[in-house]
Antibody, heavy 115, light 107 residues
Framework: QVQLKETGPGLVQPTQTLSITCTVSGFSLTSYYMQWVRQTPGKGLEWMGFIRSGGSTEYNSEFKSRLSISRDTSKNQVFLKMNSLKTEDTGVYYC?????????WGQGASVTVSS | ETVMTQSPTSMSTSIGERVTLNCKAS??????VDWYQQTPGQSPKLLIYGASNRHTGVPDRFTGSGFGRDFTLTISNVEAEDLAVYYCLQYGSIPYTFGAGTKLELK
């Protein structure tokens, strides 16, 4: 059974770094691209970037200077780190499996950026 | 960046009706378009990939079509469970981009 679950801090202060972990089960990270997508009140759904099955990454230039995606295949985990957070980064952050055909999504990690 | 423009922003329908949702790309994306359905509090759910391929388990009342810049999602015989927000996504070029969504409501 394919499952994805995001875990994150919930509340982050402005200028700080956001770290979210996506833990997957039922498939191998070495066989699928893994995406990060966020949903904010201001911009709706935004594609942030992905890590390929081989481990290389692509980022949305909107975030490129402050976003990093990595993984630990031994732990079946994918990581998102984004620094210099602003209040506009408040939203729900999703990991999803696949490229085009994102056929499995986590339930999302809700993040509030506030002091 | 490829901008995906969805229309209408919202639409009202009755159970059993047929509705058509539109998505227009600012440049050609071939068939590299998915459609997702999102209900309140839930993650987006894949309906259609590659413009016209129904994902496993998706009812055949959902039909996607289009190529290039113009894409449509048609829902035949709308059911109550179809009331949701529908998003198109292009993955023909990076950055991938979503439309702003069409909210399907009950008349």
């Amino acid at each position: 059974q394919v499952q994805l679950k995001e875990t994150g801090p919930g509340l982050v202060q402005p200028t700080q770094t956001l770290s979210i972990t996506c833990t997957v089960s039922g498939f191998s990270l070495t066989s699928y691209y893994m995406q990060w997508v966020r949903q904010t009140p201001g911009k709706g759904l935004e594609w942030m970037g992905f890590i390929r099955s081989g481990g290389s990454t692509e980022y949305n230039s909107e975030f490129k200077s402050r976003l990093s995606i990595s993984r630990d295949t031994s732990k079946n985990q994918v990581f998102l780190k984004m620094n210099s957070l602003k209040t506009e980064d408040t939203g729900v952050y999703y990991c999803a499996r696949g490229v085009g055909l994102m056929d499995a999504w986590g339930q999302g990690a809700s993040v509030t950026v506030s002091s | 960046e490829t901008v995906m423009t969805q229309s209408p922003t919202s639409m009202s329908t009755s159970i059993g009706e047929r509705v058509t949702l539109n998505c227009k790309a600012s440049q050609s994306v071939g068939i590299n378009v998915d459609w997702y359905q999102q209900t309140p509090g839930q993650s987006p759910k894949l309906l259609i990939y590659g413009a016209s391929n129904r994902h496993t388990g998706v009812p055949d009342r959902f039909t996607g079509s289009g190529f290039g810049r113009d894409f449509t999602l048609t829902i035949s015989n709308v059911e109550a469970e179809d009331l949701a927000v529908y998003y198109c996504l292009q993955y023909g070029s990076i950055p991938y981009t979503f439309g702003a969504g069409t909210k399907l409501e009950l008349k």
